[in-house]
């Protein structure tokens, strides 16, 4: 077993198989919020689950945030088995998670002061911080410190990009970024924004096209401005667009040289406002170890 144990929320996106092979302990980003019932996501709702209650009616579909005695236990329940945790979070610049976990990891110190907490705000979002997470679970499987995993997920995060493209701004005014009309007004008019997450760790509109295939095609070329090499690591996620996030990753593949390729999901929690059929496609170089 490895000496620190990796945690993430969920809007990172770790599959299934890949949280298992690494020991990696996924905690839901929130609570998803549907009329009166509450499910814990990740946990409780999957993502095809949760963007059908979206598309059933957008209005009733909200999120809260995590409590920090979910936290709490989930810290005391790996100290059982280690005394160094890493838990890499969506950037602070968009979700309280850093700072609710930090509460949680003062509180364990309190009760458990032997036991280490280490909570890096991975400053960004969606596959870019699942590839930060990833890259932490690998240097924590080496055997390496808490020190030592941390000083290398953070070496990863500065050269890790994320790009996004929504199929819709349908449900953009779940944001506040922008009016319910407008939002009507932009999806009828067929408007696909592009974002990408700054070095802030905020999300910020980058262009926006008309058709999905001009979409994808900006989106490769500000990975190739970006990342200035075609040897790169990629996640792709999807919401609840598998067919359309295979296509990319076929595509890539033709683009570039794809040191490694993941399909995931994007979490509910983020696309309640970016909308079913969003794209977010993280990339990084290699990095040794």
Do not use: W
Request: charged letters at 20%; a neutral charge; aromatic letters at 6%.
């Amino acid at each position: 077993m490895a000496k620190v144990a990796v945690m993430a929320d969920s809007v990172a996106g770790i599959p299934r198989n890949l949280a298992e092979e690494y020991q990696i302990t996924v905690v839901p980003t929130a609570n998803i919020i549907f009329g009166k019932q509450t499910y814990l996501d990740g946990e409780t709702i999957n993502a095809a689950e949760a963007y059908g209650l979206l598309r059933k009616d957008p209005n009733k579909f909200t999120t809260s945030a995590i409590a920090p005695e979910y936290l709490l236990n989930v810290f005391q329940q790996l100290s059982t088995t280690t005394r160094d945790i890493l838990f890499v979070t969506i950037s602070g610049a968009l979700s309280a998670v850093p700072q609710t976990a930090k509460i949680a990891a003062e509180l364990l110190k309190e009760e458990k002061p032997e036991v280490n907490v280490y909570i890096l705000d991975s400053k960004t979002v969606a596959s870019a911080e699942g590839l930060v997470v990833l890259a932490a679970a690998r240097a924590a499987a080496r055997g390496m410190s808490l020190e030592a995993v941390v000083a290398y997920a953070q070496q990863v995060r500065q050269k890790t990009g994320c790009v996004m493209l929504l199929d819709t701004l349908r449900y953009a005014y779940r944001t506040g970024r922008i009016s319910k009309t407008s939002s009507a007004i932009a999806a009828l008019l067929g408007i696909k924004p592009i974002n990408r997450v700054s070095e802030n760790g905020t999300v910020d509109f980058v262009d926006k096209v008309r058709k999905r295939e001009e979409g994808i095609k900006r989106l490769f070329q500000l990975i190739k401005a970006e990342s200035g090499t075609e040897a790169l690591h990629f996640m792709v996620m999807h919401a609840d667009a598998m067919s359309l996030a295979q296509d990319i990753s076929e595509q890539l593949k033709k683009e570039f040289r794809p040191l490694s390729m993941i399909i995931s999901d994007y979490s509910p929690v983020m696309g309640y406002g970016a909308g079913p059929g969003a794209i977010s496609i993280g990339f990084h170089p290699e990095i040794n170890l």
